[in-house]
């Protein structure tokens, strides 16, 4: 009779658990930029610390998935952060960075409140003051296959960002490796040649346009 009983209470939670609607994960690709090389060895990073990395790009192309209920899927949002120091340096503290939200035009107003979730959410510290957000055409081209690396990002006229594959002709010293890592989870990442990565936009105080620099990561994310 016990195992009858305790057979019969495991069907009956299994049941209630059945009709508990999953929460639907968000899903899709991420693109990542600063004004420092990521990719490269210390003697390199060491000249460039606490005088460049104060600046970054992040982008978020959701491929599918909800947000707090709103379903964000095919929608893009960028966070574009200007800190205090080096991004990823251990020995200075970066914060608190200011930042600028671009949130994705095709987006109504309930799904744009989602994105600026979703990017506190994934981009935390970062964007805890946000100081301006802007709408824009927003679109992110990720390469597949023998493209796999060229990715490319343009936020209107705010923000631009082009990346390749790293090839051997961009070793500089042979010690070259993944000195500072992605500023948000990834499912997976690595890092990227960016050609160009500009801001234009209002907010932070500064505009910039980068070019040729080992300074990028492209991956996927998911929630």
């Not at 990542?32 to 192309?61: F, M």
């Not at 010293?173 to 500023?183: A, S």
Request: net charge neutral; with cysteine; proline share 4%.
């Amino acid at each position: 009779m016990r195992n009858i009983l305790g057979a019969g209470l495991a069907a009956l939670i299994l049941a209630g658990l059945a009709i508990v609607p999953a929460k639907a994960a968000v899903t899709g690709d991420y693109l990542e930029v600063r004004n420092a090389d990521v990719w490269t060895g210390p003697c390199y990073a060491n000249s460039e610390v606490d005088l460049t990395g104060k600046q970054a790009i992040l982008a978020w192309k959701i491929n599918k998935g909800s947000w707090e209920g709103t379903d964000i899927s095919g929608l893009t949002v960028v966070a574009v952060v200007k800190a205090k120091a080096t991004l990823g340096d251990p020995y200075r503290n970066p914060y608190p960075s200011e930042s600028v939200l671009i949130l994705d035009r095709n987006a109504t107003s309930q799904q744009r409140a989602a994105l600026v979730g979703f990017v506190k959410a994934r981009a935390g510290k970062l964007v805890d003051r946000v100081v301006r957000v802007d709408v824009a055409r927003v679109s992110l081209e990720v390469g597949r296959g023998a493209d796999h690396g060229t990715d490319v990002l343009q936020a209107g006229n705010l923000a631009v960002v082009k990346t390749r594959p790293l090839c051997h002709g961009d070793i500089m010293c042979g010690n070259e490796t993944v000195y500072y890592p992605p500023l948000t989870r990834t499912e997976m990442s690595m890092p990227a040649y960016s050609e160009e990565d500009a801001f234009n936009g209002k907010g932070l105080g500064v505009v910039w346009t980068n070019r040729n620099a080992r300074s990028a990561f492209i991956g996927t994310f998911s929630d």
